[in-house]
């Protein structure tokens, strides 16, 4: 472990309690410029073959982060499912405390402490867990999209990036990307072939690979464009991006033949079978994708934003629904004055944190002795707090 001496006082100490004692603004800064240092461009060598997961942060191939993501982000969030949560990036509001209601198998429900709004977020939209050097009972999690107010209906939102899956509805950007495609076409009729099998082609799990020139500029001009067809679609872009590409023309288009079936002796003696396919001209497979997109998949996806906003009419609560709550009405503007969220205040009455909630929710009726340590955390006389 690490040593440090003080240049003043020369005590020593190790990394564990200089970490201690830096503020979590500082660890986000240097967490940022690290790895905006391992992202930056390498003048040579390409793209870095290797992706981090969100939960763990370990680095591994493209392929294997598809299998591996989902269920570790599940793990690691269940490992902090009883902190205070801080949501990133979200607009600005006193009250920044969330709690992880409930972790289903594709998505999240974090509730906002201070009104009790849900917001489903889904797991492949988290970017980073960490959990707070300073508070061990506090985690961040930054998704990839950010926490709204939306006025009309009173109530916080996720807004995603783009939902993966979801063309943008900017035709011209398709148009853009069919002649891209389209001039990848070799005049020597040498095409450009996607192959995919179903179990992996090498070490590193990937299931698809191209062949069929020897170019290799051509090569790497279909991964820029098809990454980029990707990220239209919604994806963060990365190496997984060319693979998610392909995995969409393999599903929606007319260009793929599977035609091929592959066994194999294993070292044991067990014989494995594998499905294989290929995409022919996938240059043309994919301007014609593009075209699609532009048509019929533009229309839908339209249809889908209508149904995210629904009517205002609807989505609006009626007054005549709004229950009066005396005890939060009296509670929340003493925990704004002091720049308290609940957990704060809970930590300061020396009770549960759902004690404290349960009581703002006006969900429980709180024992004499409960109240009086809720009402001396307010610095306020027992008798004046809501009963």
Known sequence: MLQFECVHCHQKTDEKDVIAKLHDVILFAETARRIGARRQHRGSGGRPKGSRCPGCSAEMSAAKLRDHRIPCVRDHLKEIQFFAIELAPKDPDPYPDFRIREIRETEVEFEKLSCNNVI?????????????????????VRVYGNIEWHENIQRWRFVPTRPVGRPTLDRQIWRDLEARFRSLQSPDGDALRANWIST????????????????????????WIAERAAVE??????QEAVAFWLDRLKRDSQSFHSDAEISSRELDGRITTAQAGTIYRVWEASADYCLKLETANVSAARRDLDELEPPLQIAIPSPTV??????????????DEKGWSILDWANEAGVDFHTANDYLKSKTRSFQSTRRKLASALGVDVGKLPR
């Not at 489903?120 to 961040?140: F, G, W």
């Not at 679609?233 to 990365?238: M, P, S």
């Not at 709004?322 to 925990?335: A, F, H, Q, S, T």
């Open 322 to 335: 709004i229950k009066e709550n005396p005890r939060r009405d009296y509670v929340m503007p003493i925990l």
């Open 233 to 238: 679609l919604g994806h963060d872009g990365g």
């Open 120 to 140: 489903s977020v889904p797991l492949e939209k988290i970017a980073e867990i960490t959990q707070l050097i300073r508070d061990k009972n506090r985690a961040a």
């Open 200 to 223: 992996s082609w090498n070490d590193d799990g990937d299931h698809w690979y191209l062949s069929g020139t020897q170019n290799v500029r051509v090569h790497e001009f279909f991964k």
